[in-house]
């Protein structure tokens, strides 16, 4: 299970004070499992690990092996946000870190797209499915956001052109809403099989319901152990107690953030495998708590690779930070530091030893500088990289973000600062209904 050490704040933070925010994220806590709080018509994925039928994995196992008959061998995921993020997180996590150069075929390449704009990017992946069996998943809840759309614009006249229309209705799977939005309609117009996302699962709490699943089980990756995983976590973080690490975790970061004035958070990684963690970290707090004018800005950083970059700052600049270490007990692969009889690189002392010992040592050191500079240190550890594990902290990072979001006092379940730039990317589109817009936005230019 995920555990929570917050003894690197200690020596900034006030035990009375910390002891008021443990009250108030028990307030919380309370709020979130009464489902009496501000948007209490998204809490569908506080008991997905208990509630997902085993039926829902079967048939998107179905897929899959319907999809492997066909000899498909580049899965094309289509989303953005929500729709998007959590998947990748578990596609990068769970993959062999050399998954492409190796060109293992156990399982079907999963490559996202509809999560940006850019000509060269959607113009290669043309490139890379002329190369390859294709089949396609387009993820959308409203159904009318338009970077997926684009693409799937396109990654769907490639399909239809290349295998013929019946074929590519085999071929191409949505993940919708259940009635309404574009991509349901056309969907059931086409004949596509079709996944809901749940009406009360917003988008960055989705990554159990198909949103995340279908993916990752077409990927070839372990959908019942992420499962399993977050059932644990739902389990355990399910009991009010000051040592709830959810309650822990959102006491202290209010705590920082409010009477202590560390307005950003660090996620900090020493894994390249949890890189995309971060991303999904940092969407699920930046859109859920950053509103009505507060929040804590989340940020990332990779290391030893940033240490030797963004370290400088964390270690000396403006002291607005405070940094959550993701500690991964044990490595799940062996690689022993071998001895060298001229030892010209100097490395002998490390003979014999692994190296996740030294990746260890880092992180222990530079906690330890870190606290030394004033950036208080929290710490969330799993015991390694595996699908149970991910599983588990997907959970703990959502449940503890509706705790936190409670004890800030905001909405954890709305995003209403999104429309601003849709409104105004619409208005320079051109969109049909947006002449005025159109009109305002083009007088100040
Ligand atoms: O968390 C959210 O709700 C958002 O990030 C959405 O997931 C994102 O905007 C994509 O929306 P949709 O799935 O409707 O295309």
């Known amino acids: 299970m995920v555990k929570v050490d917050v003894k690197g704040c200690c020596g900034f933070v006030d035990g009375a004070k910390y002891q ?52 498909v061998d580049l899965v094309v995921a289509i989303g953005i946000g929500g729709s998007y993020l959590g998947a990748k997180c578990a596609v990068e996590a769970l993959s062999h870190n050399f998954a492409k150069q190796l060109a293992r075929k156990d399982a079907p390449e999963v490559v996202f797209a509809g999560n940006n704009l850019s000509e060269e990017y959607l113009a290669e992946l043309m490139d890379l499915c002329a190369e390859r069996n294709v089949a396609c998943i387009v993820i959308s809840k409203s159904g009318t956001t338009t970077e997926p759309a684009v693409a799937f614009r396109i990654v769907k006249q490639y399909i239809e052109d ?164 993701v500690h991964v007990e044990k490595s799940t692969r062996s690689v022993v530091i071998g001895s060298d009889e001229q030892n010209l690189d100097q490395l002998n002392y490390l003979a014999g030893k692994h190296v996740e010992h030294c990746n260890h040592m880092a992180e222990l050191g530079t906690v330890i500088a870190h606290e030394d500079g004033g950036v208080p240190q929290m710490q969330v550890s799993v015991e390694k990289v595996d699908a149970f594990n991910l599983g588990s902290l997907f959970y703990f990072f959502e449940f503890a973000c509706g705790v936190s979001a409670y004890t800030l006092g905001v909405n954890p379940f709305n995003q209403p600062g999104v429309e601003a730039y849709k409104k105004n990317m619409f208005a320079l589109l051109e969109k049909p209904g947006y002449e005025e817009a159109t009109k305002a936005i083009k007088a100040r230019l």
């Open 20 to 71: 008021e925010y443990v009250g108030k994220a028990l307030q919380a806590f309370d709020t979130l499992v009464a489902g009496n709080g501000a948007g209490n018509d998204f809490l569908g994925w506080k008991h997905l690990p208990s509630e997902t039928p085993e039926s829902l994995v079967a048939e998107c196992e179905a897929v899959r092996d319907c999809w492997n008959a066909k000899g």
């Open 162 to 325: 290349t295998y013929g229309k019946k074929d590519a209705a085999e071929r191409i799977v949505a993940i919708t809403d259940a009635k309404k939005g574009a991509l349901k309609t056309l969907s059931t117009q086409e004949g596509y099989k079709t996944f809901v996302v749940p009406d009360n699962v917003g988008g960055r709490f989705s990554v159990l319901t198909p949103v995340g699943m279908l993916p990752i089980v077409v990927g070839g990756f372990d959908m019942r152990a992420i499962l399993a995983g977050a059932l644990e976590a739902e389990k355990a973080l399910a009991v009010k107690s000051e040592e709830n690490p959810a309650i822990v975790y959102a006491a202290m970061r209010n705590l920082l953030y409010k009477e202590y004035g560390k307005k950003v958070e660090i996620l900090v990684n020493y894994n390249p495998k949890f890189t995309y963690l971060a991303e999904w970290w940092k969407q699920l707090y930046g859109e859920s708590e950053g509103k009505d004018g507060v929040g804590i800005f989340p940020a990332s950083v990779n290391n030893t690779a940033d240490l030797h970059s963004m370290g400088q700052f964390i270690q000396e600049g403006d002291r607005v930070m405070f940094e959550t270490v």
